[in-house]
């Protein structure tokens, strides 16, 4: 079992639900270390039901990392505070407590097309497409 610390999961102005920091992190520090418990082959994703899919992350050529909590509710965010580093978010900047953990989806490889829902002043509207 992975232990998680420094976050919560609860409502987002994002996307319903997101993880949230109980704690400074700074710049460089890992947020969350992903588990990497769960893998589903590319052959399998079919039997995986519809819901669940948009939780799928490429792990490598031939398979998915199914997210569990917390990772599952790192939001997109066109002003995102985390990079994804080796299956890790890392912080790319100071990250204050009570503040919304976020990732750039279109950087991290989740290969995902979706229209945002930031808020930023700064968002890119769609994402996903090049």
């Given at each position: 079992m992975i232990e998680?610390?420094?976050v919560e999961v609860r409502p987002s102005l994002i996307n319903r639900n997101g993880v949230f920091a109980l704690r400074a992190f700074q710049v460089g520090e890992i947020v969350l270390k992903w588990d990497l418990s769960i893998c589903i082959p590319k052959s399998e994703v079919n039997k995986v039901p519809d819901p669940e899919r948009a939780y799928l992350h490429p792990c490598d050529e031939?398979?998915?990392i199914q997210m569990q909590m917390p990772f599952r509710y790192v939001n997109h965010s066109c002003v995102h505070n985390t990079e994804?580093?080796?299956f890790c978010d890392i912080a790319i900047r100071y990250i204050e407590?009570?503040?919304e953990i976020t990732s750039?989806?279109?950087s991290?490889?989740?290969g995902q097309t979706f229209m945002c829902g930031c808020g930023s002043a700064k968002c890119r509207g769609m994402i996903g497409l090049k």
């Open positions: 998680i610390t420094g031939d398979s998915f994804v580093r080796e407590i009570g503040e750039n989806y279109e991290d490889g989740a």
